[in-house]
């Protein structure tokens, strides 16, 4: 598993582990390791995309392979790359792919996932394409400091329809590719139901909370504060900008509905349980 220690991928780890699945993760160093473990993955192993040789030893007794790319990265397509060809060497038995709802966009994090579908669908793998689109933890993560500030802001227009969707849902799909021969081989858009722009959002959350949060325009330059060497600021920008123009349409939870055979999450289900968390 890669991504084990991240915000949004340490959700498939109990979808997995319900299913009787045992976890190696691969991790850049032993910090990562101790955070990968308390997220329940039974092994770890240290290993550098980047790395070939370091993948090939990572992926020794493993049946599949299930990879998140660091987006935003300027190596992105090549840290991909470098993950199908050790795979393939090794001939492991099924590779699941997180990429990205819509691909065909012509924006970083959207065309740097179009090789690595390619070289999975060229290659010998038997391989799962999974395009979700955006999580609701991208917005959940942060309920705290919204319940805090009464405001939810993010730097694109609030009036931008957007397509979500939970992360625990992918999670369970992923889950399914690993012990269900159904999805093989297939390429799915998993989106729940409809588009929400901000100030939609920021009221279903009010009315949760009991409390009015006030959807809000901010500046880039103050959300990009901190992001980490090596993340493509540019590409961050020009995705919000599309974002600003054109929204990120979608919205048809038909596939996602399919493989779970259940209706997948609602936003007002995931923040009422959020609030519960809370």
Same mark, same amino acid.
């Given at each position: 598993?890669?991504?084990a220690?991240?915000?949004f991928?340490?959700?498939v /780890?109990?979808?997995?582990?319900?299913?009787g699945?045992k976890?190696?993760?691969?991790?850049r160093?032993? =910090?990562r390791a101790e955070i990968?473990?308390?997220n329940?993955?039974?092994?770890?192993? =240290?290993?550098?995309?980047n790395?070939?040789?370091?993948?090939?030893?990572?992926?020794?007794?493993?049946?599949?392979i299930?990879?998140?790319?660091?987006v935003?990265?300027?190596?992105?397509i090549q840290?991909?790359l470098n993950?199908?060809?050790a795979?393939?060497?090794?001939?492991?038995?099924?590779?699941?792919?997180?990429s990205?709802?819509?691909?065909?966009l012509?924006l970083?994090?959207?065309v740097?996932k179009?090789?690595?579908?390619?070289?999975l669908?060229e290659?010998?793998?038997?391989?799962?394409?999974?395009?979700?689109?955006?999580?609701m933890?991208t917005v959940?993560n942060?309920l705290?400091v919204?319940?805090?500030?009464?405001? /939810?802001?993010?730097?694109?227009?609030?009036s931008?329809k957007?397509s979500?969707?939970?992360?625990q849902?992918?999670?369970d799909?992923?889950a399914i590719?690993?012990?269900? =021969?159904?999805?093989?081989?297939?390429t799915f858009e998993?989106?729940?139901?409809?588009?929400?722009?901000? /100030?939609e959002l920021? %009221?279903?959350?009010?009315?949760?909370?009991?409390?009015?949060?006030?959807?809000?325009?901010?500046?880039?330059?103050d959300f990009?504060k901190?992001m980490p060497?090596?993340?493509s600021?540019?590409?961050?920008r020009?995705?919000? %900008?599309?974002?600003?123009h054109c929204?990120?349409?979608g919205g =048809?939870?038909?596939?996602l509905?399919?493989?779970l055979n259940?209706?997948?999450r609602?936003?007002?289900?995931?923040?009422?349980e959020?609030e519960k968390e809370c």
């Amino acid at each position: 598993m890669i991504g084990a220690t991240g915000k949004f991928a340490k959700h498939v /780890i109990p979808s997995l582990k319900k299913r009787g699945l045992k976890i190696k993760a691969l991790v850049r160093n032993d =910090n990562r390791a101790e955070i990968a473990k308390a997220n329940g993955v039974d092994e770890t192993v =240290n290993g550098d995309l980047n790395d070939l040789n370091s993948l090939r030893n990572a992926i020794q007794n493993v049946d599949g392979i299930y990879y998140l790319n660091p987006v935003f990265m300027e190596n992105e397509i090549q840290m991909g790359l470098n993950m199908v060809k050790a795979a393939e060497e090794a001939k492991i038995d099924k590779f699941v792919f997180s990429s990205v709802y819509h691909p065909s966009l012509s924006l970083e994090n959207h065309v740097s996932k179009r090789p690595i579908e390619e070289a999975l669908y060229e290659s010998e793998l038997k391989f799962v394409i999974l395009q979700p689109a955006m999580f609701m933890q991208t917005v959940g993560n942060t309920l705290p400091v919204i319940k805090q500030t009464k405001q /939810i802001g993010l730097p694109y227009s609030k009036s931008a329809k957007i397509s979500y969707v939970d992360y625990q849902d992918v999670a369970d799909v992923v889950a399914i590719a690993f012990t269900d =021969n159904k999805l093989d081989y297939g390429t799915f858009e998993l989106s729940s139901d409809g588009m929400y722009n901000r /100030i939609e959002l920021a %009221e279903i959350i009010s009315n949760i909370i009991g409390d009015t949060v006030e959807a809000k325009e901010i500046d880039f330059d103050d959300f990009s504060k901190g992001m980490p060497d090596g993340f493509s600021k540019n590409g961050l920008r020009t995705m919000f %900008e599309h974002y600003d123009h054109c929204g990120f349409h979608g919205g =048809n939870s038909l596939i996602l509905e399919t493989i779970l055979n259940r209706k997948p999450r609602t936003l007002q289900a995931y923040f009422e349980e959020m609030e519960k968390e809370c």
